[in-house]
């Protein structure tokens, strides 16, 4: 026997709506709308071919969700910039306030999503030799970072922003606590617990984590850092994965931040 569908549907799709068909039942379970015979014996359903964009869409769209509400909360973050001006402090609030939306975003999309981001949770992943293997390629990925820096710095009319080098001299603990423990942990639940084990529901694990890296380092709006954030976003995700949990990914995203913020010499 035969199905019989539609020519100008996808194999495997309702004629009607397009919906993935399911093999248990006779009739698409979107639009009602028969596609055999239910007389007919149960048959497999030709398994559906998407694209990866649709694949991303109809699986994981919780991702797109996931960055506008990021974007949303980030052009919050930057109003009292906008508001206070330069010399008012404004840039030290966008750091402060930064830290904080995202946090209160990543703990929305956490207790939204907690089935999926409980389980990237429920293991600490510190004692694992991954962790370690981790640990030291952060060592050379930090060095890189800051003789690329310093050379763009140099041969460029770039100028790095010292706000939170200002706010690290004036006030060290907030400093620690807005730049280095907030992003280590709300950043790893959004796109580590979150986006991430998400994208693998529609992609293969490369390319789920060479999107959310991709994602994870746009969000952070520096042009000429989106090639490091990107190989940063990538270390994070196969730590993520080889530990299966997050927990080792917060604790190099905050080893990270406090070695640039306080230990690597400064531009």
């Given at each position: 026997?035969?199905?019989?569908?539609s020519?100008?549907s996808?194999?495997?799709c309702?004629?009607?709506c397009?919906?993935?068909?399911?093999?248990?039942?006779?009739?698409?379970?979107y639009?009602?709308e028969?596609w055999?015979?239910?007389?007919?014996?149960?048959?497999?359903?030709?398994?559906?071919?998407w694209?990866?964009?649709?694949?991303?869409?109809?699986r994981?769209?919780?991702a797109?969700?996931?960055?506008l509400?990021?974007?949303?909360a980030l052009?919050?973050?930057?109003?009292?910039?906008?508001?206070?001006?330069?010399?008012?402090?404004?840039?030290?609030?966008?750091?402060?306030?930064?830290?904080?939306?995202i946090?209160?975003a990543?703990?929305?999309?956490?207790?939204?999503n907690?089935p999926?981001?409980?389980?990237?949770?429920?293991?600490?992943?510190?004692?694992?030799?991954?962790?370690?293997?981790?640990a030291?390629?952060?060592?050379?990925?930090?060095?890189?970072?800051?003789?690329?820096?310093?050379?763009?710095?140099?041969?460029?009319?770039?100028v790095?922003?010292?706000?939170?080098?200002?706010?690290a001299?004036?006030?060290?603990?907030?400093a620690?606590?807005?730049?280095?423990v907030?992003?280590a942990?709300?950043?790893?639940?959004?796109?580590?617990?979150?986006?991430?084990?998400?994208?693998?529901?529609?992609?293969?694990?490369?390319?789920?984590?060479?999107?959310?890296s991709?994602?994870?380092?746009?969000?952070h709006?520096s042009?000429?850092?989106?090639?490091?954030?990107f190989?940063?976003?990538?270390?994070?995700?196969?730590?993520?994965?080889?530990?299966?949990?997050?927990?080792?990914?917060?604790?190099?995203?905050?080893?990270?931040?406090?070695?640039?913020?306080?230990l690597l010499?400064?531009?």
């Amino acid at each position: 026997m035969t199905i019989e569908l539609s020519k100008s549907s996808p194999s495997g799709c309702c004629p009607k709506c397009s919906a993935p068909l399911r093999p248990e039942i006779y009739f698409c379970p979107y639009c009602a709308e028969g596609w055999r015979n239910s007389e007919q014996g149960l048959e497999p359903t030709p398994e559906p071919v998407w694209d990866a964009e649709t694949r991303i869409r109809l699986r994981a769209g919780g991702a797109y969700e996931a960055c506008l509400l990021y974007l949303v909360a980030l052009f919050i973050a930057s109003l009292p910039h906008f508001i206070l001006g330069d010399q008012q402090g404004g840039r030290t609030w966008d750091v402060i306030l930064s830290a904080v939306c995202i946090g209160v975003a990543s703990l929305w999309i956490g207790f939204r999503n907690f089935p999926l981001v409980k389980e990237s949770l429920r293991l600490s992943g510190l004692v694992s030799p991954w962790f370690l293997l981790s640990a030291l390629m952060l060592v050379p990925l930090l060095a890189v970072n800051h003789f690329y820096h310093a050379l763009l710095l140099k041969e460029t009319s770039v100028v790095i922003d010292p706000s939170i080098y200002v706010l690290a001299d004036q006030h060290a603990w907030v400093a620690g606590l807005f730049v280095c423990v907030f992003p280590a942990v709300f950043e790893e639940l959004g796109f580590r617990s979150y986006v991430y084990p998400l994208l693998q529901r529609a992609l293969t694990p490369v390319w789920a984590a060479v999107i959310s890296s991709a994602l994870f380092a746009s969000l952070h709006f520096s042009f000429w850092s989106w090639p490091y954030l990107f190989s940063l976003g990538l270390l994070f995700a196969f730590t993520a994965t080889k530990c299966r949990s997050v927990w080792p990914c917060v604790a190099l995203h905050f080893a990270h931040n406090f070695a640039v913020l306080f230990l690597l010499p400064r531009y």
